[in-house]
Structures are given as C-alpha cells and as structure tokens.
C-alpha cells in the first residue's frame, strides 16, 4: 500500500490545521492507522492511531484533547484534526499503516508516507 500525507503548513500558535493520509494499492478497511512525527534533532514519536473499523483510538499525552484522528473507509482517507497548536507541536508528520489481523509492537508499522511538515509559530 502507498501512503501520501498532506495537509502541514505554517500556523500561528492556538491555529488548527487538517492532515490527511490517501492511500492506494491496498484494502484501506483491512489495516490500523497511525500518526507520528519527528522534530528537528529528535527521535521519531507516536501521536495518534486508529485501527481498521474507526472505533478505537489512542492519543500520546501531549496531544490529548487537542487532536482528533479519524477515518474514510469509502475515501481510503485518513486524518488528523489538530486544533490549539502549539510551537513544540512543529514536526514533520507522518502517517503509517499496519494489518489489523497481525500481532505487532506498539509503535510498529509496516508501510510509511513520506511527511508533511507542519510549523507553528509563537
């Protein structure tokens, strides 16, 4: 499956802003989704996931409350709503795919798009 995320920008402190993840060459139903992203000189960190059928979610603490991830299955679509931006929230986003029928670990994902970057100012 490809994965094509899209959607960063620059964004004033408390702004919001839509990503979005296409996919394509896959059965988009049949795989969990997740967020993560990676800030200059920092390791790559989780944000958010959502398995195949939308129902569960997860969120990382910082993000809480502020970010809302969801899914099209008919748009083999999924986004991240992020409201109440924050300057440590600037990152380059990525989105990432795994079976829902496989064992994985936690941050473990086997398909990657390539990053948008989102920047927020103060």
């Known amino acids: 499956v490809q994965l094509q995320a899209s959607g960063g920008g620059l964004v004033q402190a408390g702004g919001s802003l839509r990503l979005s993840c296409a996919t394509s060459?896959?059965?988009?139903?049949?795989?969990?989704m997740g967020w993560f992203r990676q800030a200059p000189g920092k390791d790559r960190e989780f944000v958010a996931r959502i398995i195949w059928n939308g129902v569960s979610t997860r969120y990382a603490d910082s993000v809480k409350g502020r970010f809302t991830i969801f899914r099209d299955n008919a748009k083999n679509t999924m986004y991240l709503q992020m409201n109440s931006l924050k300057p440590e929230d600037t990152a380059v986003y990525y989105c990432?795919?795994?079976?829902?029928?496989?064992?994985?670990?936690?941050?473990?994902?086997?398909?990657w798009g390539q990053g948008t970057q989102v920047t927020v100012s103060s």
């Open positions: 060459g896959g059965t988009f139903s049949s795989y969990d």
């Open positions: 990432g795919a795994r079976y829902s029928d496989r064992y994985y670990s936690a941050y473990e994902y086997d398909f």
